[in-house]
């Protein structure tokens, strides 16, 4: 450097005017808090410490996970949308958070778009559309063919008004033109307990709610709501192979502060790209019953303004909605 461009250098440096300059290429330079608005334990917690572990050992600097559950994800998307935006907060949500919650609730206290940076997705995670062994339908067409000849006369469980799952069977009712009556419980197990037990014959549930169940007979599933077969079970259909472009995923995406340097972003991009190509996150991943899916910022923003639309529609049909 010559004794200008170096007098120059640290003329900025005492000004602070290079300071910002400095932090994005040195980020990280201290740990990072990644804020999981659901409680530990479920399938998003368990990712998200994954990627925060492989961030760490990709960027050189610890990716801490802190839960802050309540209000379906919205507390703790309120407490990131209000971070600095320096990229030393980060926020791994869902689709049920992000994309839904906008529709269902009055109020989230955060903005989808306009409080957030994409960064990536990091998976998907099906539902997967069970039913009672006894029951009489084998496949979506059956259930479909049933519900059109007796309309209204069968039943679906779910873990409540307003839950994805709830929405996955509205979204069925719409799109297939059936009408399936719903019953709400207090969480997916004891709503998979009625369909086992066949107080209920149908539910839709999270692959990884429901897969014991499946291995286990107990439940027979029908269909993975997912566009493509799921690899954890690939003997199990799509509802889309027979209502084309059904797609009802729950993903999982890394997303930074608005405002977040660019530098910044990028640099999480290339590290959570890297992170999710280590040879063992595929298997911990599907042992989740999810599956490693990456995009680049634009591509999540497109997917969330696609899915806002989407689950709006089918909020609106549903008739839910929480004050």
């Not at 269902?104 to 955060?110: K, V």
């Not at 059109?148 to 033109?177: C, D, Q, W």
């Not at 799921?230 to 009802?248: H, K, L, M, Q, R």
Request: hydrophobic share 45%; net charge neutral; charged share 15%.
């Amino acid at each position: 450097m010559s004794p200008i461009s170096r007098r120059t250098t640290l003329g900025l440096i005492a000004s602070g005017l290079a300071a910002p300059a400095f932090a994005q290429a040195d980020y990280p330079a201290r740990p990072v808090t990644v804020i999981v608005p659901q409680a530990a334990g479920g399938a998003n917690d368990i990712i998200g410490r994954l990627v925060a572990e492989k961030l760490s050992e990709v960027l050189g600097q610890r990716f801490v996970v802190e839960n802050r559950a309540g209000a379906g994800g919205n507390l703790g998307s309120q407490a990131a949308a209000r971070s600095t935006p320096d990229g030393y907060t980060l926020l791994v949500t869902i689709s049920a958070s992000q994309a839904i919650n906008p529709a269902l609730y009055a109020r989230t206290g955060f903005d989808p778009v306009k409080d957030f940076a994409p960064v990536s997705l990091l998976g998907t995670v099906p539902n997967v559309l069970v039913v009672n062994p006894a029951f009489e339908a084998k496949t979506v067409a059956d259930l479909i063919r049933m519900a059109k000849e007796k309309p209204g006369f069968y039943h679906y469980a779910s873990a409540g008004n307003g839950t994805l799952n709830h929405l996955v069977g509205e979204m069925l009712k719409s799109r297939a033109g059936i009408d399936l009556k719903h019953i709400p419980y207090r969480g997916i197990a004891p709503a998979l307990s009625d369909v086992i037990a066949g107080h209920v014959p149908i539910t839709f549930a999270n692959l990884p709610a429901a897969i014991s169940q499946i291995q286990a007979g107990t439940v027979r599933a029908l269909a993975v709501s997912t566009l493509k077969r799921n690899s954890f079970v690939p003997e199990v259909p799509t509802i889309a192979e027979t209502v084309p472009g059904f797609d009802a995923e729950l993903w999982i995406a890394l997303y930074a502060i608005a405002g977040t340097p660019q530098p910044i972003i990028d640099k999480l991009v290339a590290g959570t790209h890297r992170a999710l190509q280590a040879p063992d996150i595929k298997a911990k991943f599907a042992q989740q019953g999810a599956e490693v899916v990456t995009s680049t910022p634009a591509e999540l923003a497109a997917k969330l303004d696609t899915d806002l639309k989407v689950w709006a529609e089918i909020v609106k049909a549903s008739g839910a909605r929480i004050e």
